[in-house]
C-alpha cells in the first residue's frame, strides 16, 4: 500500500471518529422518555427563542419559588492558605479533589435540549412544576396584555413522557390521566394532538383511543370541544411522547403567548342592532296614520288658497 493510500485512510478514520463523538454528545442533550419540561414553539429563529424561553421562565419562577440557589465552587482564598501549610501531598490529593467537584455538572432549574424538530426547543425543568408555572404565565399575561417575548409562539408543558407508540401510550395515560378523569373525578374535555417526524401513529386512532380510555376511567367525562374544563395534549416528536393536561386552553389561545397578550374583539350586540334597524325603519317609512294626516292637511290648504282666490276675483268684479 501506498503512503498516500495509507494517508488517506487514516483521514477518513478521524473523520469518522470524530463525527461519531460529537454525534454521541448531541444525542445526550436530546429530549428523552422520562424527562419533564416545557415544549416552546418558534418562528425560524431557536437561538433568539431560547434566550426570551430562559428570561421568561427565570422571570416568573424566582416569583414563584424564589431565586435559582446554585452551589458555589469549591475552594477560597482561605482554603488556599491552609493547603499551603499542609504536607505537598494531602495538599495535592485536596486541590484534586475540588478540580473534580468544580467539573462535575450542575442540574440546572432550566436546561435547553434539542427537541428533535425543527422550531421546537424542549426546555428541562427541575424541582418545579411546569403545568404550573406555564399556565401562571399564560394567566398574567392574559391580565395584563403585556408583551414579553417577540419570538416564541407557543409553550406547552410536558409533565409526563413515554415511548410514542400507541400501546406505550395507551398503557401510560391509563395512570397519568387518573387524578383528572378516575371516578369521582370528572370533567369536560378535549384531545390536542400533533405529532412531527413521525409517521407510525395516525391522529384520528390515537385519539380515539384516548377518548376511550378516559371513558373507561369514568363515564361522566364528556368531550366538549368549544369550552372544556381539561385539555389533554399529546405531542409526539420522533420517539418521544409528551404528555400533559391543562386548564385554560381555549381562553389562553391555544397557550400561544403572542395571541394571549391580545385585546379581545367585541363581540356585536344583535338586539341592538336590530333595534336600530327598526328604527332607522321608522324614520324612513312614517306609518299610515301620519300619511294620512298629511294629505288631508295639504287638500285643506289648497281648498283655502281655491276660495281665497275666487273671492278676490269676485271683489275685483264688484268695483
Keep these: 500500500m501506498s503512503a498516500a493510500q495509507n494517508d488517506s485512510r487514516k483521514r477518513s478514520k478521524k473523520r469518522y471518529v470524530a463525527g461519531h463523538h460529537s454525534k454521541r454528545w448531541k444525542g445526550s442533550r436530546e429530549l428523552e422518555v422520562g424527562m419533564e419540561g416545557i415544549l416552546i414553539t418558534c418562528n425560524m429563529n431557536e437561538r433568539k427563542c431560547t434566550a426570551e424561553a430562559f428570561n421568561l421562565l427565570n422571570e416568573y419562577a424566582d416569583k414563584l419559588y424564589g431565586p435559582e440557589k446554585l452551589q458555589e465552587n469549591p475552594g477560597s482564598s482561605s482554603d488556599e492558605e491552609e493547603a499551603e501549610e499542609e504536607d505537598v501531598d494531602v495538599a495535592l490529593k485536596k486541590e484534586v479533589a475540588q478540580l473534580q467537584a468544580s467539573g462535575a455538572k450542575q442540574e440546572r432549574r432550566f436546561q435547553a435540549l434539542d427537541s428533535g424538530a425543527n422550531n421546537v426547543i ?10 404550573k408555572l406555564v399556565h401562571h404565565i399564560l394567566s398574567d399575561l392574559h391580565t395584563t396584555k403585556k408583551k414579553k417575548s417577540r419570538v416564541i409562539l407557543r409553550m406547552l408543558p410536558v409533565t409526563g413522557t413515554c415511548k410514542a407508540f400507541q400501546e406505550d401510550m395507551v398503557k401510560y395515560l391509563t395512570t397519568f390521566l387518573e387524578p383528572w378523569f378516575k371516578t369521582p373525578n370528572c370533567a369536560t374535555y378535549q384531545i390536542a394532538f400533533k405529532a412531527r417526524n413521525s409517521s407510525h401513529n395516525k391522529r384520528d386512532e390515537i385519539i380515539k383511543s384516548i377518548a376511550g380510555l378516559v371513558g373507561k376511567l369514568n363515564p361522566k367525562n364528556k368531550v366538549d370541544l368549544t369550552n372544556p374544563e ?7 416528536i420522533k420517539a418521544v411522547c409528551c404528555i400533559s393536561v391543562v386548564k385554560d386552553y381555549t381562553l389562553y389561545r391555544k397557550y400561544n403567548v403572542q395571541e394571549v397578550v391580545k385585546e379581545d374583539a ?23 296614520g301620519e300619511t294620512d294626516k298629511e294629505a288631508k292637511k295639504e287638500d285643506e290648504d289648497k281648498n283655502v288658497a281655491r276660495d281665497k282666490e275666487e273671492a278676490d276675483n269676485g271683489e275685483g268684479g264688484g268695483e
Excluded: C, G, W, Y
Design 122 to 131: 424542549f426546555i428541562r425543568t427541575q424541582n418545579l412544576e411546569s403545568d
Design 230 to 236: 381539561l385539555t389533554i395534549i399529546v405531542e409526539v
Design 266 to 288: 367585541p363581540k356585536p350586540d344583535v338586539t341592538a342592532a336590530k333595534t336600530d334597524s327598526k328604527t332607522a325603519e321608522q324614520e324612513e317609512k312614517p306609518d299610515a
